[in-house]
């Protein structure tokens, strides 16, 4: 039975063409094409050098393309303004932490208001409200005023990801955010992305190494080794067929989807 009301179809919120991205004269992603939409949560696997933190930066805007175009907001990369990257949030890799550095948990995810208010900007009663609101998201609102130096290395990470959140971002990247913290903590930290990606309605993309860790969790998982080798349901994307291209023959997926070999837990 037809109705007045068209189904909506989701919104495209990125979409790289046929996008070609160099560094140090050597390609780091060729001929990508693919679309985002809307509210979906994906990873992005694939073998060290395969270029999935590439394409977290080239939707920062901080990489452009050689060739082919990569649009977010329907707004080309090479015209993104303040306003543009204060809706994207991202958590970058995680590096070493100076654990006497004076800054408390709520300053650190206070800093995240920057990059909607500007770095000189003196933070007002909203950001504030917004800051400990994040934290609240993260069920670490209790921890507000310890030493962040302090944390263990999982509340550190939850720490990071409100920081992010502070910004109120519809996109949310996220680089390798389980790496350096114990196998419960992991899955703590991805249940929390879960949650926040239902609950807040966020577009998030993962960059993982950890093949079987993000698939149960993820809409969608796309597979690259500098061009895009599959695009898909997890279930679809972890076949032998396609994930030998990448990680060689030795690689097992097993009966339960289960990966086995090449470095699908180790970068």
Request: hydrophobic residues 35%.
């Amino acid at each position: 039975m037809l109705t007045n009301r068209a189904k909506e179809q989701p919104r495209r919120v990125i979409a790289f063409s046929n996008a070609t991205y160099t560094l140090s004269h050597t390609p780091a992603l060729e001929e990508v094409s693919l679309n985002i939409n809307e509210g979906e949560f994906v990873g992005i696997i694939g073998p060290n050098g395969s270029g999935k933190t590439t394409i977290l930066r080239a939707i920062l805007g901080l990489v452009l393309p050689q060739t082919g175009t990569m649009q977010i907001f329907d707004c080309a990369c090479e015209n993104l303004r303040c306003y543009h990257r204060a809706r994207i949030g991202y958590l970058p890799q995680k590096g070493k932490i100076d654990r006497n550095f004076p800054i408390t948990v709520f300053e650190t995810v206070l800093m995240g208001r920057y990059g909607v208010r500007g770095l000189f900007h003196q933070s007002g009663k909203e950001d504030r409200t917004i800051a400990l609101q994040a934290l609240e998201d993260v069920g670490m609102r209790d921890f507000k005023n310890y030493p962040f130096g302090q944390l263990s290395g999982g509340q550190q990470q939850r720490i990071f990801i409100a920081r992010a959140l502070a910004q109120q971002p519809q996109v949310l990247l996220l680089d390798e955010p389980t790496t350096g913290i114990d196998t419960t903590t992991q899955h703590t930290i991805l249940e929390l992305i879960r949650r926040l990606h239902r609950e807040l309605q966020l577009t998030i993309l993962l960059v993982t190494h950890d093949i079987n860790l993000i698939s149960p969790f993820v809409d969608r998982l796309v597979l690259l080794n500098t061009r895009l080798f599959a695009n898909g349901h997890p279930c679809d994307v972890l076949q032998h067929n396609i994930l030998s291209q990448v990680y060689g023959d030795e690689i097992i997926v097993t009966d339960n989807g289960y990966v086995i070999g090449g470095d699908s837990h180790h970068e």
